[in-house]
């Protein structure tokens, strides 16, 4: 099947600081991309919606400001956590569909750790 | 509106026994549904899924799920558990028409445990 890549696999931020996850399909072009947040023994939920060259589309209770997501090129998006708190401390994953658009590739997700 | 409900939080098996994870889904229109794992701090790879073709589905690692229209259910089975298939387990109901899968909904997930 298709390869997503996530980059870096784990971080460790301080407070206040930003944080970039990026997102590239190494072997096919990726149409749209998503980017998901997992809490300690939880589902995952989805965050926001992109696709190339246009805005992200942000889930209900999302804060577009702090979560930047920018999907600049067809293989590659990237999250941004700005001004980054304790509380956004989480496993982040993002999925990636191709023109088909008949199955989601994920990444191997991001473990995010603001001290 | 989509959703999924899986029924179990927890299921624990011995190793050469069956699993069964179950799974309802609720749907306005013929859905597309899908069984994810995932190993502890990794991504999540595809086990199998259903795009309205046969409703039984053959997956890797030999894991299948029947679709029953008639129960809204798509239980994942695998007739002898290993340990390699402790992990989390995700059903998944595509919010797009048809094959599509511009939104993923995940159920809750199901967390399997081998015991030896």
């Known amino acids: 099947g298709a390869v997503v890549s996530q980059h870096p696999s784990r971080v460790i931020c301080k407070s206040g600081t930003s944080v970039k996850i990026e997102c590239r399909s190494l072997?096919?072009?990726?149409?749209?991309m998503f980017w998901y947040r997992q809490f300690p023994k939880k589902s995952l939920m989805l965050m926001a919606t992109?696709?190339?060259?246009?805005?992200?589309?942000?889930e209900q209770g999302v804060e577009k400001d702090k979560f930047l997501i920018n999907h600049a090129s067809l293989t590659l998006s990237t999250l941004t956590v700005t001004s980054a708190h304790p509380e956004d401390s989480s496993f982040y994953i993002c999925?990636?569909?191709?023109?088909?658009?008949?199955?989601?590739?994920f990444g191997q997700g991001t473990r995010l750790t603001v001290v | 509106a989509q959703s999924v409900t899986q029924l179990d939080s927890h299921v624990s098996v011995s190793e050469g026994t069956p699993v069964l994870l179950r799974c309802n889904y609720s749907?306005?229109?013929?859905?597309?549904l899908f069984w994810y794992v995932q190993h502890p701090n990794k991504g999540l790879q595809l086990l199998l899924k259903?795009?309205?073709?046969?409703?039984l589905v053959k997956g890797i690692n030999g894991f299948e799920a029947e679709f029953k229209k008639s129960e809204t259910s798509f239980h994942l089975t695998k007739p002898s558990a290993h340990m390699s298939d402790a992990a989390e387990y995700f059903c998944v109901v595509s919010g797009g028409y048809g094959g599509a899968t511009n939104k993923l909904i995940f159920g809750t997930g199901t967390l399997l445990a081998v015991q030896p």
């Open positions: 999925s990636a569909t191709d023109r088909k658009n008949t199955e989601a590739f």
């Open positions: 072997d096919f072009q990726a149409t749209t």
């Open positions: 992109s696709n190339e060259g246009s805005k992200a589309t942000y």
């Open positions: 749907s306005s229109y013929s859905p597309s």
């Open positions: 259903y795009t309205s073709a046969a409703t």
